[in-house]
């Protein structure tokens, strides 16, 4: 099954035409699947490197690798969204899908622009960062 | 969640996660999860909802952590 409609694919592969750089989604998909109770034997693996797959599809410029525990990650599955290769920090972890897939999609455009798209004054603010800092965000798919 | 990825993308100091909370219930419990988004800092639970850029900033910048 698609992961987006064909409406929706179109109009993901308008934005995705728009990268100025290319982004790896890297897939980690974790040391074994573990079921979660009722979760009805979805394979949250399988399906995160569908979409990531699919996603990958709509765009030269995006590409999709998998591994099963490559360093960086704390929990799976996961992605990493990779700005020309290289890790920058990003992660979605769980199975993108539904409204979340949107924040997947989003992702991936911020990390194929080659400046930020912050405010000149955040970026400033930021520089004046001492300490490093992890942002979790938490969703969910409806 | 775009703002925390486009915070990420600006400095090398910041990393960002969309976390599916039903799918690690049992970290979404430990942080309080009860609504969508919820903003965690370096493993503190901090606010609820979509702020501005300014505010999301103002917020991770707060003394407590800068």
Not at chain 1, 122 to 142: H, N, Q, W
């Given at each position: ?11 993901v ?38 979409v ?63 400046q ?5 004054e ?21 | 969640?775009l ?12 990393r ?25 800092v ?13 505010v ?11």
């Open positions: 099954m698609a992961i987006f409609r064909p409406d929706d694919e179109a109009r592969r308008g934005v995705l035409d728009a990268l100025e750089r290319p982004v790896e989604l890297l897939v980690a998909l974790g040391p074994e699947e573990t079921p979660l109770a009722g979760a009805r034997d979805v394979d949250f693996g399988a399906e995160t490197v569908r990531a797959e699919q996603l990958a599809a709509l765009s030269a410029a995006v590409s999709c690798r998998v591994e099963d525990e490559p360093p960086g990650f704390d929990r799976y599955p996961a992605i990493a969204i990779r700005p020309s290769g290289e890790d920058a920090g990003l992660r979605y972890y769980g199975l993108p899908w539904g409204y979340e897939l949107g924040s997947l999609v989003g992702g991936v455009v911020e990390a194929g622009k080659l930020p798209s912050l405010s000149e955040s970026r400033e603010r930021l520089g004046s960062l001492e300490l490093d800092l992890a942002i979790d965000v938490f969703v969910t798919p409806t | 969640m703002l925390a990825y486009r915070t990420a993308l600006a400095s090398p100091r910041v960002a996660a969309a976390i599916e909370a039903t799918e690690f219930p049992q970290l979404a419990d430990s942080m309080d999860v009860w609504a969508v988004p919820r903003v965690v370096n493993g503190v639970p901090q606010w609820d909802g979509s702020v501005p850029e300014r999301f900033l103002d917020r991770i910048l707060a003394p407590t952590f800068a």
